[in-house]
């Protein structure tokens, strides 16, 4: 029999606590770290093993936020609207005016390891920022087309903003004064992709869109061969100066990061579902060398693959 998911609320000062008595938040959210630190910031971290699938319902109100995923994976899903995978690596900005209501799964045997940035709408204004719907990649989801949604892939800056994060030995006064300074440095950073991305539509056709999201579909189902620019470009019918600039406006990232990031979500799940070893796995997910796959698999994950698939 399947249990129906704890209800969570974050109120009007984005504090999560239970909808049923107003209780402490438990299960994987009982391990998050959730501060005030001041002018409509507010700083969370998480870092735990999650032995087991847990789904939560939660709730609030407008809301702006970045979470930074550094290892783990799972699914969110707003109330009526799209489901959006995430694994370990991935960026998620959502902003909403206006109450909201969806569903966050975490998927067992991983940890779960990142930081969330959440502001006030006053503080995207004052950014300079009226709507996200001007960065590129973001998309209306739900009902009514209540809120917007991005995923990108962590870059390096944003990896270790989530890093320090998660790692600061603070605490007290020093502790809120470097949070928030993590926190404005978040918002430089969805400031930089929104000045970015003022001029990118124009240089993008609708053509060239269809075929840059065609080839990433394309190394997410066929990671495990050996893709080049080259070999992409044809199989796309997009030159190859097309396919790398479309891949940087259109979906932020590299046709490198997309391949090795595609690599080694499946490397989990063939480590995680059919137990193969980590040489095994550096070959079925497109690596000869299993020294060239643990490089990459630590660098997006933090952890080596045998430490990884001995922890699941």
């Not at 605490?171 to 970015?196: F, T």
């Not at 600039?245 to 979906?251: A, D, K, N, T």
């Not at 480590?271 to 990459?296: C, I, Q």
């Amino acid at each position: 029999m399947e249990l129906t998911p704890a209800v969570y609320r974050f109120d009007k000062d984005h504090r999560l606590f239970s909808r049923a008595d107003g209780s402490a938040v438990d299960g994987w959210k009982a391990a998050f770290r959730s501060e005030e630190v001041g002018d409509g910031c507010r700083v969370g971290a998480i870092d735990c093993f999650i032995p087991a699938d847990e789904t939560h319902i939660v709730e609030g109100p407008s809301t702006f936020s970045v979470s930074l995923f550094l290892q783990g994976a799972g699914q969110f899903e707003l109330e009526d609207g799209q489901a959006f995978e995430f694994g370990p690596g991935s960026m998620f900005l959502f902003h909403t005016v206006g109450e909201t209501r969806g569903r966050d799964s975490m998927y067992g045997n991983n940890r779960l390891r990142g930081a969330e940035f959440r502001f006030s709408l006053p503080v995207l204004s004052r950014a300079g920022i009226a709507s996200v719907n001007g960065v590129e990649g973001a998309q209306r989801v739900g009902s009514g087309s209540v809120a917007l949604f991005m995923h990108r892939p962590l870059t390096g800056s944003l990896r270790l903003i989530a890093e320090q994060t998660v790692d600061c030995p603070l605490e007290g006064l020093a502790r809120r004064l470097y949070l928030k300074s993590k926190s404005l440095e978040v918002l430089a950073h969805v400031v930089a992709m929104y000045e970015a991305s003022k001029g990118a539509p124009a240089n993008v056709t609708a053509r060239d869109r269809r075929r840059v999201e065609e080839a990433a579909k394309i190394l997410r189902e066929r990671c495990d061969e050996p893709w080049t620019i080259s070999r992409l470009s044809q199989e796309c019918a997009i030159n190859e100066r097309k396919l790398k600039e479309g891949f940087r406006l259109v979906l932020g990232e590299t046709v490198l990061s997309v391949l090795e990031r595609a690599r080694v979500e499946r490397a989990q799940g063939l480590m995680r579902d059919e137990a193969l070893n980590v040489a095994e796995t550096a070959l079925a997910v497109g690596y000869s060398n299993p020294s060239h796959f643990a490089k990459v698999f630590r660098r997006l994950t933090g952890t080596a693959p045998g430490l990884w698939r001995r922890a699941v």
